[in-house]
């Protein structure tokens, strides 16, 4: 009897089921199709100014008073030395970490604490880090306004990121997999290398390069260490002043003349291409390997 009660009541909440149903949906797609309006308007604004700027010279000339002769060139080539220093060390230390905190570390109150103060850092502003490259790194260990200073500084500020998405790739490895690799006698650390690490391969270079596509387009922490704002040469070495494209970005929308906004506008859309092409880079590795485990 009480069971026939409760399945006449749910009959009846049923059209206001429907109802709350159909409601959250038009919520929903209201908020995507509102960031996606917004989304087309910027582009929109940003391709119609400065494609017209997108040319060879503008990738083989430097930065100029003259908006008619403004150049990428410097921070191009800025941006890739950077990111020469900032992607091995983040790599090596972040995935590095995420290994032992799943594999060797003991499960206590001193590795709990590790894992909360590592997500933590991954929320803190970006400035924070900037402020740490300036004490530890320019002043503390004398590297001045250098390539290895902005990478150092970079590669702490994704390092939280890189850890997390590799401890998170690293557990979806299926326990059986590493059960069945210690059956065969292998040790833990060949059960590491050849079992754990080329399963959550996929997890890990895409967290990496998604960490990578965040360095790319922050500026604060630059700023903080002394960059460049403007900058007429390519770095040479390690230990070379440099710019990179949003610090060259920020510099050309700070000038009065209106036509260095188009200028800007075009540099934004060289660095959405190189961002799009990291992100496309992270969906093919990550299609490849889940094709092959």
């Known amino acids: 009897m009480e069971l026939a009660k409760k399945q006449t009541q749910a009959i009846k909440n049923i ?50 008073r003259r908006p008619a002769d403004a150049g990428i060139k410097a921070a191009i080539f800025g941006t890739i030395w950077m990111m020469g220093v900032t992607a091995p060390i983040a790599f090596i230390l972040g995935v590095g970490t995420a290994i032992y905190l799943e594999e060797y570390a003991k499960k206590n109150m001193f590795t709990k604490f590790i894992q909360m103060n590592i997500s933590n850092l991954a929320g803190v502003p970006s400035i924070v880090f900037g402020l740490l490259g300036l004490t530890l790194f320019v002043r503390g260990l004398g590297l001045d306004r250098s390539v290895l200073a902005g990478g150092l500084t970079m590669a702490l500020l994704i ?3 890189i850890v997390v998405a590799s401890q998170e790739a690293i557990r979806a490895v299926p326990k059986d997999l590493r059960e069945a690799s210690f059956g065969m006698g292998a040790t833990k650390w060949q059960t590491i290398r050849r079992i754990v690490i080329p399963v959550a391969l996929p997890g890990i270079l895409t967290g990496n390069i998604l960490a990578l596509s965040r360095a790319i387009g922050e500026t604060a922490p630059l700023i903080m260490i002394g960059a460049l704002t403007y900058i007429a040469f390519v770095p040479e070495n390690l230990m070379s002043q440099f710019t990179v494209m949003p610090i060259q970005i920020f510099n050309w929308t700070s000038r009065p003349q209106e036509e260095f906004q188009y200028v800007a506008a075009a540099g934004i859309i060289v660095l959405l291409g190189m961002l799009i092409i990291m992100n496309s880079i992270a969906v093919l590795i990550r299609n490849k390997f889940q094709r092959r485990y």
């Not at 604004?45 to 083989?60: E, M």
């Open 15 to 64: 059209p206001t089921r429907l109802i709350k149903n159909k409601f959250f949906s038009f919520v929903f797609l209201l908020a995507t199709l509102t960031g996606l309006l917004v989304l087309s308007i910027l582009l929109y604004r940003i391709f119609t100014q400065g494609i017209g700027y997108i040319n060879w010279d503008f990738f083989t000339s430097f930065a100029s």
């Open 159 to 161: 390092l939280p990121i």
